[in-house]
């Protein structure tokens, strides 16, 4: 079994920042690449951003120049420092990774979600 937890979430007044965590732990193994996504209420999850183990990052337009992807390959953790945060950033963030086994297979992990509240 693989977990994955996140932290990190909160209120913040528009304009200012936060730090999400995701840490993986449990039967970890071969992580290809780590992100986030977001859901809002009443919308669909979608991408905020990724980073794989060779470090290429990709962002959503929307986020771009304001949030930054980061991991610590050594601890399966990856970060997401978020700024200039707006009320349209409010959403459920869920940390994702996925696995390949040697194989060849991928798995797709996801976790709980943290609620991040941005108020005008």
């Known amino acids: 079994q693989v977990q994955l937890v996140e932290s990190g979430g909160g209120l913040v007044q528009a304009g200012g920042s936060l730090r999400l965590s995701c840490a993986a732990s449990g039967s970890v193994f071969n992580i290809n690449a780590m992100g986030w996504y977001r859901q809002a209420l009443g919308k669909q999850r979608e991408l905020v951003a990724t980073?794989?183990?060779?470090?290429?990052?990709n962002y959503a337009d929307s986020v771009l120049g304001r949030f930054t992807i980061s991991r610590d390959t050594a601890k399966n953790t990856v970060y997401l420092q978020m700024n200039s945060l707006k009320p349209e950033d409010r959403a459920v963030y869920y940390c994702?990774?996925?696995?390949?086994?040697?194989?060849?297979?991928?798995?797709?992990?996801w976790g709980r979600g943290t609620q991040v509240t941005v108020s005008s």
């Open positions: 980073i794989t183990s060779g470090g290429s990052t």
């Open positions: 994702n990774a996925v696995m390949k086994s040697i194989a060849g297979d991928e798995y797709d992990y």
